[in-house]
């Protein structure tokens, strides 16, 4: 458990929703902030303190797709989870696309959502790194980008920790269970594609790379090993 009161962001219009998530948070041991626009998120974002935000989707000004990309085009890397009624595939994929670092779906199990919370504090607070290399794959420190074939790309917060941990077991079968753990933090399988979707962009984005692929080892995890050693 987190010794110390975090700031969470409620971004959802809903009031008796909104009313309920803050009293059950602040039992919690959070401290929430809670607005019903997303542009009044972005401000409140854009001025700092904040540790995580919730973001439902189905806001009355902007969408909340919005939200998260603007976050991450000011480079404001505080942990982002969606909360939404949208459960197409999707939707998913562009919310994580978009630098959304978790997805849950309305309705849910309070529960759940709280340990979810937990996990991207977790995360949040795990050291940086140096930076880790494999051919012409060079993943950028303190930065959400790698060098692929010379070419900067931009990464997701998540895809960032997935290539770093790939990296650092390059040649080794990475389990599911490994990422959810190292990754998001989680002690437990929480029953989604959401490491599957996040390797699957991820795969997308360094492809201009001849010389490394992540391979897929059906039933056990992930690999990242150059070409010429497959």
């Known amino acids: 458990m987190l010794s110390e009161r975090r700031m969470i962001l409620l971004v959802e219009d ?17 401290v929430v902030d809670a607005v019903g626009r997303g542009r009044a998120a972005e401000e409140r974002l854009a001025g700092g303190g904040v540790d995580l935000a919730i973001v439902d989707l189905g806001l009355p000004d902007i969408d909340g797709l ?18 939404t009624a949208r459960d197409a595939v999707a939707a998913r994929v562009q919310a994580l696309e978009l630098g ?6 309305k309705p849910f199990a309070f529960e759940e959502l709280v340990a979810r919370i937990r996990a991207l504090l ?11 290399a494999l051919a012409d794959v060079v993943l950028e420190a303190n930065e959400n980008a790698v060098q692929v074939a010379g070419a900067p790309v931009a990464l997701t917060p998540k895809q960032h920790a997935i290539l770093s941990l790939l990296l650092r077991r390059r040649g080794e079968v990475v389990t599911r269970t490994d990422i959810l753990a190292e990754v998001f933090g989680y ?10 979707v996040h390797v699957a962009n991820l ?22 090993e150059r070409v010429e050693d497959a």
Not at 14 to 30: I, W
Not at 122 to 132: E, G, N, Q, S, Y
């Open 122 to 132: 977790r995360r949040a607070a795990a050291p940086r790194w140096a930076p880790l």
């Open 203 to 224: 795969r997308r984005k360094i492809e201009k790379s001849a010389a490394v692929r992540i391979e897929t080892v059906r039933g056990r995890g992930y690999r990242l």
């Open 100 to 105: 959304a670092d978790d997805y849950l779906v």
């Open 187 to 196: 002690q437990f399988d929480p029953g989604t594609n959401l490491v599957d």
């Open 14 to 30: 809903n009031v008796r929703l909104t009313r309920l998530l803050a009293k059950g948070l602040t039992e919690e041991s959070f």
């Open 66 to 83: 919005e939200v998260v990309a603007s976050t991450r085009r000011r480079r404001i890397a505080v942990p982002i989870l969606v909360l």
